[in-house]
């Protein structure tokens, strides 16, 4: 089992910037890929960005260039730098784990953290 804990939303107008992270607890030995998600009013949860056990990283298309992925295995955290944003970023962010145990792959959420971008 492995547990994420989200920290960091809040309210931020229009241009700021806002850093989330997610800490994870557990069998922390067994993660791989960490993944951020959102999820605005009335949508779906879809993917912002995500970062292999290996650093390498992918970004949906609406934020590349605006948000960045880092990752430190020596704490377990994975960390989502969110800069210029804008009303329609809007959202709950969630943390995701995929976990690997043997040739079986699980996967784990966060409770998610509220990011409200208005003026």
């Known amino acids: 089992q492995v547990q994420l804990a989200e920290s960091g939303g809040g309210l931020v107008r229009p241009g700021e910037s806002l850093r989330v992270s997610c800490v994870a607890s557990g069998s922390t030995v067994t993660i791989r890929a960490m993944r951020w998600y959102r999820q605005g009013p009335g949508n779906q949860r879809e993917l912002v960005a995500g970062i292999s056990s290996g650093g390498r990283t992918n970004y949906a298309d609406f934020v590349k260039g605006r948000f960045t992925i880092s990752r430190d295995n020596t704490k377990n955290t994975v960390t989502l730098q969110m800069n210029n944003l804008e009303p329609e970023d809007t959202a709950v962010y969630y943390c995701?784990?995929?976990?690997?145990?043997?040739?079986?792959?699980?996967?784990?959420w966060g409770q998610g953290t509220q990011v409200t971008v208005s003026s």
């Open positions: 995701y784990a995929e976990c690997l145990y043997g040739s079986v792959t699980y996967g784990y």
